[in-house]
């Protein structure tokens, strides 16, 4: 007689073993979450820390912040009638793609070392529409 079990899959590494995941901008600015090269739990409060790299790498990576402004959250809260919260995995997403555009379209860091998230592009509305409730 066979028996069925259950059997729960197993990754092959437990998460806070894996490398963190390095965002590469368009030209070349690497971007990583410094709570993920620290393992430790995702921020929630808004205010997320960055180490980047320069392209060429001849300098010391730098970190930098990037705070979403209680405005933006407002909007989007409102937006999607509060499904996405300060909390949410989508101001994560959010702030590293901002600061990415930012690095894009300066090519060099932000000269206070932060970067506040006051205004939103219709895009982060398109992704706050099909954003999970994470």
Request: hydrophobic fraction near 40%; include cysteine; glycine fraction near 4%.
């Amino acid at each position: 007689m066979m028996v069925a079990r259950k059997e729960r899959p197993v990754p092959d590494r437990p998460a806070m073993e894996s490398r963190p995941v390095e965002f590469v901008t368009e030209n070349g600015f690497c971007i990583v979450r410094l709570w993920e090269i620290n393992r430790l739990a995702p921020p929630d409060s808004g205010k997320y820390h960055f180490v980047v790299r320069k392209p060429d790498g001849l300098e010391r990576p730098r970190e930098l912040v990037v705070e979403i402004a209680d405005g933006a959250v407002a909007q989007i809260e409102k937006f999607t009638h509060s499904r996405i919260t300060l909390g949410s995995t989508f101001w994560i997403y959010c702030a590293e793609l901002h600061l990415a555009d930012y690095l894009w379209e300066n090519e060099d860091y932000p000269p206070t070392g932060r970067l506040s998230i006051d205004h939103l592009s219709p895009a982060d509305f398109t992704l706050a529409i099909r954003w999970e409730t994470t």
